[in-house]
């Protein structure tokens, strides 16, 4: 119960700040419309870059132990009947 009272008073601190902020701005109405619509396109931009370079990691990532993981399978192949005969003999 507290957390989300808590929770309530912080989001409206944040609107009140942000409504008082552009209140007092110095710029023209058009203008700060105009800077957050660049604002957010470069945000956009960036998210996307940051989209696409974390999901080349994660699938080159998974490539790389995908391929280890073949190695061991192939070692594990081939290394088996050798250590079974050696046992055994």
Same mark, same amino acid.
């Given at each position: 119960m507290k957390t989300s009272k808590t929770a309530g008073y912080l989001i409206a601190g944040v609107a009140f700040g942000a409504f008082v902020t552009l209140l007092f701005a110095? &710029?023209?109405g058009a203008?700060?419309? &105009?800077?957050i619509r &660049? +604002?957010?396109k $470069?945000?956009?931009n960036q998210l996307?870059? +940051?989209?696409?370079d974390v999901r080349d990691q994660v699938s080159g990532g998974i490539g790389g132990l995908m391929e +280890?993981?073949?190695a061991h399978v192939k070692?594990? $192949?081939n290394g088996l009947p050798k250590r079974? &005969?050696?046992t055994v003999l």
């Open positions: 110095p &710029k023209s203008q700060t419309r &105009k800077d &660049k +604002l957010s $470069k945000t956009v996307d870059e +940051l989209q696409k +280890l993981w073949n070692d594990g $192949k079974v &005969k050696t």
